[in-house]
């Protein structure tokens, strides 16, 4: 066991503060990354401040973090595919049982026993997970992504959830060209939303509620944009989506996107709210319209996504930023002042 420096909330009302956390020394099948990149994700966000209390209690201190990229700096003796040197990222998961049907199948995000990055029981150490609020992290190669080299390091931290996390539920269900494609909330999941419906071919419409984001929503590749607080831009476009990502943090009217669905259209929610949705049901009954739900990726997937960027050139944009500012910037995200994902450069915290 070491210490690494990292950055932690000691109680749902503290702001996060620097502290040193224990890591595993890496054992055969790990991989030890020095962190260079961290995105901050809106359900960092929620689960500091125990907002999805029902389902995921927050466990303090906790150290938030799934969108790491790095630098390898060691490896066990029966690793293969990584060397130190070598770029790599870690996302969401950090481990699962292997042996599942889901796991068998790729599909690690559904699998009842994985490990999540952060807030999940630590199987090695005790305690709980601490993600990449951090500057070093120790993970089981299977859970460990290989990074493009084209690509810069600080926008692609992001893609391990916000990339992911949208480019899955488009595959999913078919998100193709000749599709018209919705995407709904231009944060970080949404902005990537976008650029992969435009790399994917598909007619992409971007849904905001801020004005200020209509220009860099076409640069990001969309066709169209709606700011959906206007009712008649909404209404033009009624009946006629294959596919709608809603990737809204927040309380929302989804009722409002089911109508713009076409016959067999589906909504897919990525967005997180901390209560409840209220849904109209004669908006999916009338149009035999879904609406579903989806978390992240597979492991499969998540390279698969990677290397999809990596071809199509794609990163999250980012805002660098120092840890010293990550309470700053929680604000700034809550007020949907962020374009369109913060990279925390960790050597601010080396330099601590
Ligand atoms: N399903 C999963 O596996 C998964 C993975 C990662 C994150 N999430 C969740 O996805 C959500 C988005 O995450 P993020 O990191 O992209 O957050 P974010 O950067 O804060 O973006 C959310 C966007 O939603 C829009 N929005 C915010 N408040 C709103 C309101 N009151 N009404 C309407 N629109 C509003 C804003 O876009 P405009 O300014 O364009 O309106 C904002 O930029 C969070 O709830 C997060 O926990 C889920
Ligand atoms: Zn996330
Ligand atoms: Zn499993």
């Not at 009954?285 to 989806?294: F, K, P, Q, T």
């Amino acid at each position: 066991m070491y210490n690494a420096k990292a950055y932690s909330a000691g109680s749902v009302k503290s702001p996060l503060a620097p502290t040193t956390i224990p890591r595993r020394d890496p054992t055969e099948h790990d991989v030890q990354l020095e962190i260079l990149f961290c995105g901050i994700c809106h359900s960092d966000l929620h689960q500091v401040r125990n907002e999805w209390s029902d389902v995921m209690p927050t466990v303090y201190p906790c150290v938030p973090g799934h969108e790491i990229a790095g630098r390898v700096t060691k490896v066990g003796s029966a690793v293969t595919g990584f060397k130190p040197g070598d770029l790599a990222a870690v996302g969401c998961m950090v481990d699962s049982d292997r042996t599942c049907p889901e796991c068998r199948a790729g599909f690690e995000q559904f699998c009842p026993n994985f490990t999540l990055t952060y807030n999940f029981p630590d199987k090695h150490l005790g305690g709980v997970t601490y993600g990449g609020y951090s500057d070093s992290i120790v993970v089981d190669e299977r859970f460990v992504l290989r990074v493009p080299s084209n690509l810069a390091l600080a926008g692609t931290a992001p893609l391990l959830c916000a990339g992911i996390t949208t480019y899955s539920p488009m595959r999913h269900w078919g998100v193709t060209k000749d599709k018209k494609v919705g995407v709904v909330g231009l944060g970080g999941l949404g902005h990537m939303g976008v650029k992969f419906a435009d790399a994917l071919g598909a007619h992409v419409v971007a849904f905001t509620t801020s004005p200020k984001k209509k220009d860099d929503a076409i640069r990001l590749g969309a066709d169209e944009v709606v700011i959906s607080t206007n009712a008649n831009e909404m209404q033009k476009h009624a009946g006629s989506f294959d596919f709608i990502l809603d990737a809204v943090a927040a309380d929302h009217d989804i009722n409002a996107y089911i109508h713009l669905l076409r016959r067999d259209g589906n909504i897919t929610m990525v967005g997180a709210p901390e209560k409840p949705l209220a849904v109209g049901v004669f908006g999916l009954i009338m149009g035999r319209r879904s609406l579903s739900g989806s978390p992240i990726g597979g492991i499969p997937e998540t390279q698969e996504m990677l290397d999809f960027c990596g071809a199509h050139n794609i990163t999250s944009d980012v805002e660098i930023i120092p840890i010293q500012k990550v309470n700053e910037a929680y604000e700034r995200l809550v007020r949907s002042d962020v374009k369109y994902r913060f990279s925390i450069d960790m050597a601010s915290l080396r330099s601590e």
